[in-house]
């Protein structure tokens, strides 16, 4: 007689559809007494828990693996999809800008002054900026998220401020960055005491947020975000190639170099 306990309930469940159905069932065979008798393979499981949790979790790790190899490999032909053929991000003329305007590396972010990964991407772009510096031409776009009730208004003080000096709108967008928690709890206040605080004309500014100017500059971005399927923040283009999300500084590195070496 079968010692079910020994063979494992797989060995049950085989020999119970042979039964059944045939001594060489087709999948379709086997789907039906499974559906008609569920019975037989909570008896097995039932009798042999512990080895059903091992196939479970082993088939979940391996799932688990696959999509992380699947996903890994569709980002890598996404990249290599874009170095051949860039994204090409619009940047007019008047737009504030960080770092040499001739230089060979063009960095574009879509962000939220108030989102936390946005935190880690100013980190991020500060490492950059050092490590490549004079070689990275660096602009910041607004893409504020509807779940962040501060990321729209610091978005038009940054650009407000952007129409009187570039070097004082940055200088407000380190600030806010660096001290996420101040506006979280200080709100549009904590703002405006940073944008005194770069000098910035108080007067104008508080014009310029609602001009037709800074208003349709962040609907732009808004767009343009969503034109190159960048819905969350942070999302970058770095001379073209997109990184979508909070990444390190090495994935920016790996992009940069091959850029850089592209360009000799």
Known sequence: M????????????????????????????????????????????????????????????????????????????RIEAEMKTPLAPEIPADRAFKGPDGAPITIVEYSDFQCPYCGRGFSTVQEVLKNYDGKVKFIFKNLPLPMHPLALPAAKRFEAIALQDAKKAFKYH??????????????????????????????????????????????????????FGISGTPGFI??????????????????????????K
């Open 2 to 77: 079968l010692n079910t306990k020994r063979f494992g309930y797989l060995t049950t469940l085989a020999l119970a559809i042979s039964a059944l159905s045939a001594c060489a069932p087709t999948e379709k065979q086997i789907q039906e007494v499974i559906e008609k008798n569920p019975s037989i393979i909570f008896s097995a499981i039932e009798k042999n828990p512990d080895q059903f949790m091992e196939v479970v979790q082993k088939a979940a790790q391996t799932a688990q693996k696959k999509g992380a190899e699947n996903a890994e490999k569709k980002e890598k032909d």
């Open 174 to 227: 380190d600030e806010v960055f660096q001290n996420q928690d101040k506006l979280n709890s200080g709100g549009e206040k904590y703002l405006d005491t940073v944008a005194k605080k770069v000098g910035a004309d108080m007067a104008k500014l508080k014009a310029d947020m609602e001009s037709d100017k800074v208003k349709s500059r962040i609907d732009a971005d808004q767009k343009e975000a969503e034109k």
């Open 238 to 263: 770095v001379n073209g190639v997109s990184i979508r999300g909070a990444y390190p500084f090495d994935t920016f590195k790996t992009i940069i170099d091959r850029k850089l070496a592209e360009k």
